[in-house]
């Protein structure tokens, strides 16, 4: 589970005097500039990107496309980004899926998060739940759900938005720390997962508390806890996974955006003024904390990278020790 002063680093606010947003007079942006969503509509990505992408039109006075381009587990869409040219007009709004998980997860992964991406600015912090559907299911709470699922080894089923998803990782983690099974469904969005969890035809998900939240309540599913140190201030009754006695229990992702490597540095640099500006606006700001994925501001391009790093760097093993693979 993440400590509290690794949480504080990811959203804290830095001094950033680099990130000063200067009018320029250069030629960039001189083209619309597409903006890559490596996922389906109606999950957490396409929702944050469509919330920043008009903020980002009016301060950098181009046009700002969101294109959903879905597949294996957001690397199709990355990988687009990765192989374009490195001038300016496509971006990727990556996760730790695209990156840490991914590289675990790959044996063939066709690119290099660090060296085929340019890592622009971080724009979200991303808790995650874990919840069941109250459809045919009955779960008094975690302990009772462990003991289901160790009766009846194979026979539940949880859905993600595709294989190396942070909501696959999430949930074999959970299946691996409690020496349970259950049998993996990959989605092409977050929508789609919502809709079969409600359904009834997977059991369980691993996701963002805000997104879960309807349907708590409207009595269409239930959370059992959230992995995070504190409770959740949009569910303060469900408990941390510390508390339902899984101390050891990781899981939470965080969105960035992201280049193509040789991106020039004064299209990083602008690119990432430009983002610490529309993270700043107040509505971004009140939706972000309606979401309860709290902004990551302050971030120079040079502390992104290296934060990118530390996370391949630490999940990895973890990715690997699961025992989840996507090829």
């Known amino acids: 589970m993440m400590t509290t002063s690794r949480r504080a680093l990811l959203a804290a606010p830095l001094a950033a005097p680099g990130l000063a947003l200067a009018q320029s007079s250069g030629p960039w942006p001189n083209r619309p500039i ?13 929702i944050t990107m469509r919330l920043l992408a008009p903020k980002l039109a009016a301060i950098l006075g181009q046009n700002v496309v969101v294109e959903n381009r879905p597949g294996a587990g957001s690397t199709t869409g990355t990988d687009l980004v990765a192989k374009s040219p490195p001038d300016g007009t496509t971006f990727v709004l ?23 991406l340019t890592a ?16 045919n299911l009955r779960v ?6 462990v003991a289901q699922l160790r009766a009846s080894p194979g026979r539940f089923s949880y859905g993600s938005s595709g294989i190396g998803t942070s909501g696959h990782l999430a949930s074999a983690n959970f299946l691996t720390k409690t020496g349970t099974q259950a049998v ?4 092409r969005g977050g929508g789609q997962v919502f809709t079969a969890l409600v359904a009834g035809e997977i059991q369980f998900c691993s996701d963002i508390p805000s997104l879960m939240l309807p349907f708590n309540r409207d009595g269409l599913a239930r959370t059992l806890f959230v992995a995070t140190d504190q409770r959740s201030t949009l ?3 469900v408990p941390t996974a510390a508390e339902v006695g899984l101390p050891d ?10 280049g193509p490597a040789g991106l020039p540095s004064a299209i990083t640099e602008r690119m990432a003024a430009a983002i610490e500006q529309a993270l700043g606006e107040a509505d971004v700001l009140a939706r972000f904390e309606e979401m309860g994925t709290p902004a990551m501001r302050g971030w120079t391009p ?21 025992g989840a693979t996507a090829d």
């Open 302 to 322: 040079a502390r992104f990278a290296a934060f990118v790093r530390d996370e391949i760097e630490l999940w990895v093993p973890i990715v690997r020790a699961s």
């Open 184 to 187: 993996h469904v990959p989605y």
């Open 235 to 237: 569910m303060p009754d």
């Open 140 to 145: 008094r709470d975690t302990a009772d759900w």
């Open 34 to 46: 597409r903006m890559i969503v490596p996922f389906g509509t109606g999950g957490g990505t396409d």
């Open 249 to 258: 229990y990781k899981a939470y992702s965080w969105y960035g955006i992201f």
């Open 94 to 116: 990556a996760t730790l899926s695209s990156t840490g998980l991914a590289v675990g997860l790959y044996r063939n992964l066709p690119y290099d998060p660090v060296r085929d």
């Open 120 to 135: 622009v600015a971080p724009t979200n912090f991303i808790p995650i739940c874990h919840t069941v559907t109250t459809r």
